[in-house]
């Protein structure tokens, strides 16, 4: 028997079914990539919000500790801040220099970000005018700790 393809729509149903299929399947996916997407967005907009004044989501910035090399952003920010509090604009002065911010076009993001991180990790606090801190020593003997090479001396 042949099929008239003029009368018989099978044909075509059967094509937009494997289309749909195939759709389908990729939704999985697609889902994943979209969400990845949305976190993405929200972790730049609250990044955004932070320098304009509106706080940062503390959730979705890691705590971030001092290295023993001391070449990350954080361990410069530390011993800049073992000579005295600095405010952001401050630090983004001194951070022209600093080779993990030098090239950035938005070094004042990289600083606040990493203070933040530091804060959460308890080096730093911030002041009520919003210069940055080491946060003191605590009592006893912390040597062993990552922040001991980084207390002020004197």
């Known amino acids: 028997m042949v099929t008239d393809l003029t009368t018989d729509l099978r044909p075509a149903i ?12 990729d939704l999985p996916q697609r889902q994943r990539k979209l969400e ?38 954080a361990d410069l920010i530390l011993l800049v801040l073992g000579t005295g509090p600095k405010t952001l604009e401050q630090l983004k002065e001194l951070g022209t220099s600093w080779a993990p911010v030098r090239d950035s076009a938005f ?33 006893g003997n912390d040597a062993d700790s990552p922040k001991a090479g980084f207390r002020r001396r004197g």
């Open 107 to 139: 070094p004042g993001r990289a600083i606040n970000f990493a203070l933040v991180g530091l804060q959460k990790g308890g080096y730093v606090e911030r002041l009520e005018g919003g210069a940055w801190k080491l946060v003191p020593a605590k009592a």
């Open 14 to 25: 059967r094509d937009r079914l494997h289309a749909v299929e195939t759709e389908l399947a």
């Open 36 to 73: 990845a997407l949305r976190d993405s967005l929200r972790a730049m907009l609250a990044q955004e919000d932070a320098l304009h004044g509106e706080g940062v989501d503390e959730s979705l910035v890691p705590a971030f500790h001092p290295t023993h090399d001391r070449r990350t952003l």
